[in-house]
């Protein structure tokens, strides 16, 4: 019993497991002294309270349970796996975002926000036990392969992972790289599984393109890692010198960005925003909420602005996207974001990996939360004409934190919107040619918002770069 006593003082944090209901129905062997009636019957108990007692018993009741598992289950089963899932079966029960991370997993999460690591490209979720894309990431195996926001991976090289950890699944599509690999997809309104075999290769994940359309300037963010903000201000000057100085307004696509950083989306809202909040954070213990202000400079000195967004920006991007359009500084143009509103801290553990926890919740600087909600554009452009169906956004998944502190649920409202997006279609006409990621001409909401950003440039509107009262809340 040495050893289990002192597994259980180290797993004390796992109090919480929601198994005790069921611990009178497991089959009970006459040989372990953990398997009394009187005992099951106290472990039975569901009760809320952090008492001594109570966490004797919850305590008692995980090691009762890992010490079924291991003499009983079909196959041998070391401590480490059974602990691991324990682990992950805790963090992923508080909400989607949540999750334990082992040594190699932190080292890969790392090396990511570093902008490089191996693999096909994907950034996926687990939806009540289903591995659902978030985004493909440009110019990688998975964007190449079509790929969308939304596709269900239900096999791996032909065998069936419905109900795979998400962060097994994950292990199974990375590997060496020029090896490869094939993925059954589940699509919407596709009447058959997608098949796509590809080839693995090392992610050298460019988050920043950019593209001069003669005087209107594009930069388009993928992610938000370490090299976004500093990558972000490079682009814009590129693109200054490429229009000798003359510039007359910017696109933002954050279009699938799945976010990343938080002090990315602060550097990338910081370059636009002159004075007045960004965001702030509230955590559970006040003295741990922040808030973000920007610093004085606008990059583009008050260029006409606009931001396109989709299903797939999600987190970091939303946090951008919120700032700008709460200050008023640009028009978002697309379709309505994730709503992912809350904030995932990093906490290692020396030795085994680390916790991803969320800690708290973000606001944008009128003080709403988009959290289950996202944010809805200024101007509703829809990629194609096709009905989704359904969209998987942060409101679908399981277990998701609840909408609460915000003061409003909506922007400031606008009152300097250009008169030109009275006449900007809501979707592309009949004969609209199929969008191919080549040919800027064929992506329609980019069109839509270049017509936008030239209108404002043109007099048509007068760009508030820096609102006469900033929004902000307390």
């Known amino acids: 019993m040495t050893f289990r006593t002192g597994l259980l003082l180290g797993c004390a944090f796992l109090a919480g497991i929601a198994a005790g209901p069921q611990i009178a129905h497991l089959p009970l062997s006459g040989g372990h002294s953990l398997t009394s009636n009187a005992l099951a019957a106290s472990l039975a108990k569901d009760s809320d309270s952090d008492s001594p007692a109570e966490n004797f018993r919850l305590l008692s009741l995980f090691g009762h349970v890992l010490e079924q598992v291991k003499a009983n289950y079909v196959d041998q089963v070391s401590n480490r796996e059974l602990i691991i899932n324990a682990l992950n079966g805790m963090l992923s029960g508080l909400d989607p975002h949540s999750s334990y991370m082992t040594e190699k997993q932190y080292a890969d999460l790392q090396t990511r926000t570093k902008g490089e690591f191996g693999g096909l490209g994907l950034e996926v979720q687990a939806d009540d036990s289903h591995i659902r894309v978030v985004s493909p990431i440009d110019d990688t195996p998975a964007a190449k392969a079509g790929i969308k926001t939304g ?45 796509v075999t590809m080839t693995r290769a090392v992610i050298h994940i460019q988050v920043i393109k950019s593209a001069l359309y003669d005087s209107t300037g594009y930069i388009r963010v993928s992610e938000f890692n370490e090299e976004t903000t500093p990558g972000l201000e490079a682009a814009y000057r590129k693109l200054k010198a490429e229009a000798h100085g003359h510039l007359t307004g910017l696109v933002l696509d954050l279009r699938s960005d799945p976010g990343g950083l938080l002090n990315q989306a602060i550097g990338v809202s910081a370059d636009f925003i002159r004075n007045g909040e960004i965001v702030s954070t509230r955590a559970r213990h006040a003295q741990e909420s922040q808030r973000w202000d920007a610093h004085g400079t606008d990059i583009t000195d008050g260029l006409p602005m606009v931001v396109l967004i989709n299903g797939g920006s999600a987190s970091a991007s939303e946090i951008v996207a919120g700032a700008l359009q709460d200050h008023q500084r640009a028009v978002l143009v697309g379709e309505k974001s994730f709503g992912k509103g809350s904030v995932q801290t990093i906490l290692p553990i020396p030795g085994d990996g680390a916790l991803r926890l969320t800690t708290a919740r973000y606001y944008t600087p009128s003080g709403r939360s988009i959290q289950g909600l996202g944010i809805v554009p200024d101007v509703t452009v829809r990629e194609t004409r096709e009905d989704p169906g359904y969209s998987i956004r942060e409101a679908d998944l399981s277990h998701i934190i609840k909408n609460q502190g915000g003061n409003t649920a909506k922007p400031p409202t606008r009152v300097d919107l250009p008169p030109i997006v009275s006449s900007i279609p809501n979707e592309p006409p009949a004969n609209w040619p199929a969008f191919d990621m080549t040919k800027p001409t064929t992506d329609f909401q980019l069109q839509q918002g270049l017509k936008i950003v030239r209108a404002m440039a043109t007099g048509q509107h007068t760009a508030a770069a820096t609102p006469t009262n900033p929004p902000h809340h307390d």
């Open 151 to 195: 596709d269900y991976i239900v096999a791996i090289d032909g065998k069936n992972i419905d109900g795979l950890p998400l962060d097994e699944a994950v292990q199974r599509m990375r590997g060496k790289p020029d090896t490869k690999i094939t993925l059954t997809l589940i699509r919407e309104k596709t009447p058959k599984p997608i098949i």
